[in-house]
T-cell receptor, first 116, second 111 residues
Framework: GAVVSQHPSWVICKSGTSVKIECRSL??????MFWYRQFPKQSLMLMAT?????????EQGVEKDKFLINHASLTLSTLTVTSAHPEDSSFYIC????????????FGSGTQLSVL | EDKVVQSPLSLVVHEGDTVTLNCSYE??????LLWYKQEKKAPTFLFML????IEKKSGRLSSILDKKELFSILNITATQTGDSAIYLC???????????FGAGTILRVKS
């Protein structure tokens, strides 16, 4: 079945540094990928839609200069948290639609980011 | 604004009990509703519902959608400790693949 690989699984960084998270579709092409953020005991919140070959679409309230998204190929999307601060500490997860009509999303395993 | 509301927010039951999780929604151009189970990390797909009144079943889990009253339920019978998880409901609009998630129901099954 379709598999989405995400790494790193966890990262600890100092405040002010940038962190890159990668999301790969392993056995299918994904022209679209989605990035979510999840705070403890809360639901997944869509941050942005990553589009291969074009600019990402950000949800309201998400700073595009803070969360840089690059979808350079049909199998890879990256999310870079720039100048990370403690309030950016969260669980970040990506997903990509499967071939059948797109609703059945396959999720990466997520990245737990802790900013000190 | 699209809205997905799940209830209860949390639930504790004993093994063998039957539970019903609720999901109501308000969304323009509704296309489908999905249920996911999230344990430690990535949510895993359970059901996709597009038509009213047609029950989907998978083992002890079943789900049904009511497009007139704008809600769905997820039933789990003969619960087991392995059913302990967050159950997420999400809706998809007609255009695009973006999911709008509910807050989730935290289910804990005690042995």
């Amino acid at each position: 079945g379709a598999v989405v690989s995400q790494h790193p699984s966890w990262v600890i960084c100092k405040s002010g540094t940038s962190v890159k998270i990668e999301c790969r579709s392993l056995d299918f092409q994904a022209t679209t990928m989605f990035w979510y953020r999840q705070f403890p005991k809360q639901s997944l919140m869509l941050m942005a839609t990553s589009n291969e070959g074009s600019k990402a679409t950000y949800e309201q309230g998400v700073e595009k200069d803070k969360f840089l998204i690059n979808h350079a190929s049909l199998t890879l999307s990256t999310l870079t948290v720039t100048s990370a601060h403690p309030e950016d500490s969260s669980f970040y997860i990506c997903s990509a639609p499967s071939r059948d009509r797109g609703e059945k999303l396959f999720f990466g395993s997520g990245t737990q980011l802790s900013v000190l | 604004e699209d809205k997905v509301v799940q209830s209860p927010l949390s639930l504790v039951v004993h093994e063998g009990d039957t539970v019903t999780l609720n999901c109501s929604y308000e969304v323009t151009n509704f296309r489908s509703l999905l249920w996911y189970k999230q344990e430690k990390k990535a949510p895993t797909f359970l059901f996709m519902l597009t038509s009213s009144g047609i029950e989907k079943k998978s083992g002890r889990l079943s789900s049904i959608l009511d497009k007139k009253e704008l809600f769905s339920i997820l039933n789990i019978t003969a619960t087991q400790t392995g059913d302990s998880a967050i159950y997420l409901c999400a809706v998809v609009r007609e255009y695009g693949n973006k999911l709008v998630f509910g807050a989730g129901t935290i289910l804990r099954v005690k042995s």
